[in-house]
């Protein structure tokens, strides 16, 4: 049912050939007897039409995605760091602000 496929390199390069995959679609069984000789038989009303194909990374491309998911989530933080600090800063000055115009504005009717 499910066999492992071993990539076979008779020379010790170090390098892995990969194995080549099957370009032709399986066709699900029809009707109540399987044809393979099998002791499955189909389910009703689905069809095995849509296959999604698998995802194979090397161990290159894994370290490449997690270095790049990890510098996404780096970026993004930085990013809504100085977001919050340009708020924070935005409502200091405007803080500072009302007061010193509260200062002048009240020194002005004390005179």
């Known amino acids: 049912m499910i066999r492992p496929k071993i990539p076979v390199n008779p020379l010790p390069t170090g390098l892995v050939t990969p194995l080549v995959q099957p370009t032709t679609a399986v066709e699900p069984h029809r009707g109540t007897a399987p044809v393979c000789g099998c002791s499955q ?3 009703p009303g689905r069809s095995a039409s849509r296959v999604l194909p698998a995802v194979r990374l090397t161990p290159a491309g894994l370290v ?3 270095a790049g998911g990890a510098g996404l989530v780096l970026v ?3 990013v809504l760091v100085s977001m919050l600090l340009a708020v924070a800063i935005t409502g200091a000055s405007v803080a500072v602000c009302a007061v010193v115009l509260r200062s002048l504005l009240n020194g002005r009717y004390h005179h």
Do not use: R
Request: glycine residues 12%.
């Open 64 to 66: 490449a995605a997690v």
């Open 41 to 43: 038989t189909p389910a």
């Open 76 to 78: 993004v933080g930085a």
